[in-house]
């Protein structure tokens, strides 16, 4: 089974960083890919970075160029780094693994992951 696990969540001011970690389990798909994303209170999930098998990139416009999304495959770890952080970034966000693969335009689809994590609080205040 796939078990994905966040962590690095917490609580940071205005224009701080913080660093999620994801730690993967049990995922052996060499065509699908990776992402985080967040859901806020009262708003739907929306997807935030993806990362596919070749290392391709996608960002939602809200983050791009503050978030930086990365992969360990050696350590079986996905991070985001979340640079100059604002109060509209405070969501739980969650690791998440699709298995098949991928149009671009659809990593970022919240309908797209096979498995999802239990996600960690950010808050930005």
């Known amino acids: 089974d796939v078990q994905l696990v966040e962590s690095g969540g917490g609580s940071v001011q205005p224009v701080g960083s913080l660093r999620l970690s994801c730690t993967v389990s049990g995922y052996t798909s060499s065509s699908g890919c990776m992402g985080w994303f967040r859901q806020a209170p009262g708003k739907e999930r929306e997807g935030v970075a993806a990362?596919?098998?070749?290392?391709?990139?996608s960002y939602a416009d809200s983050v791009k160029d503050r978030f930086t999304i990365s992969q360990d495959t050696g350590e079986n770890m996905l991070y985001l780094q979340m640079n100059s952080l604002q109060t509209e970034d405070t969501a739980t966000y969650y690791c998440a693994a699709t298995t098949r693969h991928l149009a671009n335009i659809h990593v970022l689809s919240p309908l797209a992951p096979d498995h999802w994590g239990q996600g960690t609080q950010v808050t930005v205040s």
């Open positions: 990362i596919d098998s070749d290392l391709y990139t």
